[in-house]
């Protein structure tokens, strides 16, 4: 449905706009597309602030909501 999509096309924006439209350079290989994805899904789940998580990363909201 739509609003199962909605989260992961709000993560693809995000991904795309802060790594690959900042950097106008081509990307040289396959290998660089793979760490730059994984290092930015770390960084969003464990350091990106989301405001409709009160201020929080998805882990630490996920560990607030857990305890």
């Keep these: 449905t739509p609003s199962d999509n ?8 995000s991904l795309k706009s802060e790594t690959f439209y900042i950097n106008k ?14 290092n ?9 602030i989301l405001t409709k998580l009160g201020h929080l990363s998805p882990v630490d909201y996920r560990k ?4």
């Design 6 to 13: 909605a989260p992961i096309e709000s993560f693809h924006s």
């Design 25 to 38: 350079e081509p990307i040289g290989s396959n290998n660089i597309v793979i760490d730059i994805v994984e």
């Design 40 to 48: 930015y899904i770390t960084f969003w789940n464990n350091k990106r």
């Design 64 to 67: 607030k909501m857990t305890y």
